[in-house]
Each structure stands twice: as C-alpha cells, then as structure tokens.
C-alpha cells in the first residue's frame, strides 16, 4: 500500500470515527465509539464573560469552557465540559483526540487527529465524515449527505466547509483543517428544529479557535 493510499484510509477512519464517536442525534443511529470515552487530561477554564457574550445565544443557560488540546497547543471553547475520546497509533492506526459537548439543541465536536500534510484529502475526509454517519443509520430518512461544499482558508491553512442535512430534517456543519502537523475536524448536528440555536453556538466555536502554529486571521 504507498503512502497517498494509506493515508486516505487514516483519514476516512479519523472522519468516521469522529462521527460515530461525537453521538447522534437520533436513537435509531449509531451510538458507540471505538474507543471508549474517558475523563482526558485537559486544560479547561470557564469563563462566564464568553458564555453571555452573544446576546440571544442557545450557549447562554451554560457556562463555556476553554479547553487546550495539550498535544497541539490548539485552544477553543465549548459550551460545557467535554467528554474526551482517546485515538492512539497502535489501536485506531493514529493518535487524536476528540472533544464532545451534548447541548438541548444537539452534539458539537472538536477533534485534532496528529496526521502532517493533509491538504490534499480534505475531499476523502468529508466523504468519510459522512459515510461514516450513514453508515450507523438505521432508515434512508436518517441518512445524511453534504451541500454547500467550498474551500476555505482558515488560520493560514487549507481548509473545507460544508452544510449537513438529511431527509428528516436534520442538520449540522462540519469544517475540515488541513494543518501542517494536525487535521482537525470540526462538526454540529442537530435534529430537526434545533438548527438555528446549534448552528450559533457552532459559529461561536469556530471564533474561539486559536492555533499558536499559524498567526494568519481565521476565515470568515
């Protein structure tokens, strides 16, 4: 197997697991990880000030929390305390972390997988993301797909944002970074309903993100 190959294998475990891992939304999809979750230790600091800073937030009945994935460096928040999911080399075929909130309006997930020089798969990624999903439903109404599919650029790297939907009605968002040392994964899903409040408290995560190996301005 060369390198490009297995490295789309990493990838297309690393998004399905990701989804399978964060939850989902409904009782009839897959609600089990591969790797058992576990209190990680993590770096994480409630600050009261950010979590009424949006006037109208959903994130506003709970306090945010700063958290450090302690490998990267990278620093975001989350509206609560994360639940963390493990990945190591000799198990999952990488090493990752995965930060999970459950919210009133759905799940919202942050993970930084240690895989260097991804920019060229973020399209595997998505699919995977998404196949990954799909492949926990358990009926069509529940499956979802991707739309609204654009590059970005986000802190200075490679990046791809896109819309998740399925026929039911729910809905999510997922942006994918291609950093030069870690790719991160960044998904909210919500069940029909829920979409406006969970899409706000993913744009107020987006915002938080701080990556001290790059110092170019976010995406919008």
């Given at each position: 197997m060369n390198r490009r190959s297995h490295f789309q294998?990493?990838?297309l475990l690393a998004a399905s697991t990701t989804v399978i891992a964060g939850g989902a939304v409904f009782p009839s999809s897959a609600?089990?990880?591969t790797a058992a979750p576990h209190t990680a230790t993590v770096t994480t600091a409630a600050s009261d000030h950010d979590a009424h800073r949006q006037h109208g937030s959903p994130a506003t009945a709970k306090q945010w929390v700063e958290t450090t994935d302690a490998v990267s460096g990278i620093k975001f928040r989350l509206p609560g305390k994360p639940e963390v999911v493990h990945f190591t080399q000799a198990v999952d075929g990488m090493n990752g972390r995965?930060?999970?909130v459950r919210t009133d309006n759905g799940v919202i997930v942050f993970a930084v997988f240690d895989l260097p020089s991804a920019?060229?798969?973020l399209d595997d990624a998505l699919r995977g993301l998404v196949d990954?999903?799909?492949a926990g439903t358990q009926s069509p109404q529940h499956k979802l797909s991707s739309t609204e599919v654009h590059k970005i650029t986000a802190h200075g790297r490679p990046g791809l944002d896109a819309r998740l939907s399925a026929p039911d009605g729910a809905a999510g968002s997922a942006r994918l970074i291609a950093g030069d040392a870690h790719f991160i994964e960044i998904i909210s899903l919500s069940p029909k309903g829920k979409e406006k409040p969970m899409h706000e408290t993913y744009q107020?995560?987006?915002a938080s993100v701080r990556n001290p190996h790059?110092?170019?301005p976010r995406a919008d």
């Open positions: 294998r990493l990838l609600m089990a990880a995965l930060y999970k920019q060229g798969e990954g999903y799909n107020q995560l987006l790059t110092h170019a």
